[in-house]
């Protein structure tokens, strides 16, 4: 490993304007930096080849934990305190000793994850908690990508990756400009679009199992309002999750956990067949 290049942090109020400006994990220019924080989405990105760092801000506690897991550190990076980054990330975020300044990741198309068996399609799910947690557990499960819109819907953003724990840097997050288009080209592709819905006429188990697919392509909208009419249509099939206890209904990103999983069994059924 080369001999990292060490900066002294700026003496002085960290708000200068000389000091980065920190990023909005609500409105974000496109083609602007993406500020990654927190180890878990910070270690994932530096393993990553494809992320590229314009520059790193990390405490020696950091440096040397990553060092010691053979995570590889950037070629230049500086050494800071603590409280130097704090000015770099939203207020409460907790950056655990590490802040990354980068470039987006580059997207591929619906057509480059056709290889895949299962995909996530959010139709305007907004809470980037719930997307990052969706993008967490779509990664544990073996899903090809998470599809959701351009509008109404998170970018890619620290919080994002943050809540994904990693798992952003794994799991293609493709954001489409008309999601009922996105579907038909999904379904043209041989997915099959099942949309979660509290009123479908079967429960999903029972639902891929009669569909007996190959491919998946699972819907899910947004808290309370749930998938939207034209989305709705658009399903090959409505199926819901019949709960057994008390509560009958879930937040959606525990909703997509439990979906997936049955989608994952139903899917590695049809390859033991």
């Not at 083609?31 to 590229?52: D, I």
């Not at 314009?54 to 550190?73: C, F, G, Y």
């Not at 480059?112 to 990664?139: F, K, M, W």
């Not at 038909?184 to 079967?202: T, V």
Request: include cysteine.
């Amino acid at each position: 490993m080369s001999k990292p290049f060490y900066k002294k942090p700026h003496k002085g109020d960290r708000k200068s304007r000389s000091a980065p400006k920190t990023q909005s994990d609500k409105f974000r220019d496109m083609e602007g930096p993406v500020w990654l924080y927190g180890y878990h989405a910070c270690e994932a990105a530096l393993r990553n080849s494809k992320r590229q760092i314009r520059q790193a801000s990390i405490t020696k506690n950091m440096a040397d934990r990553l060092q010691a897991e053979s995570v590889p550190l950037p070629q230049e990076w500086t050494e800071v305190r603590p409280r130097d980054l704090d000015g770099l990330v939203e207020r409460d975020a907790v950056h655990q000793g590490i802040v990354l300044e980068t470039e987006p990741l580059d997207q591929p198309t619906l057509e480059e994850v056709r290889h895949h068996d299962l995909v996530v399609v959010l139709d305007q799910v907004t809470d980037p908690h719930n997307v990052g947690a969706i993008i967490r557990s779509a990664c544990a499960l073996g899903a090809g990508a998470v599809v959701t819109t351009l509008r109404n819907a998170p970018h890619e953003t620290g919080l994002l990756a943050k809540t994904a724990s990693g798992a952003f840097e794994h799991v293609p997050y493709i954001q489409v400009t008309n999601l009922a288009r996105a579907v038909e080209e999904m379904q043209a592709l041989q997915f099959s679009a099942i949309g979660l819905d509290s009123e479908g006429p079967m429960d999903l188990l029972e639902t891929t199992k009669r569909q007996n697919a190959s491919k998946i392509a699972l819907l899910l909208g947004a808290e309370g309002r749930g998938l939207r009419r034209l989305t709705r249509d658009l399903c090959d099939d409505l199926a819901r999750l019949d709960m057994p206890g008390p509560i009958k209904s879930l937040n959606v990103s525990n909703a997509a956990a439990l979906s997936l999983f049955v989608c994952r069994q139903s899917l590695n059924g049809q390859k033991s067949d």
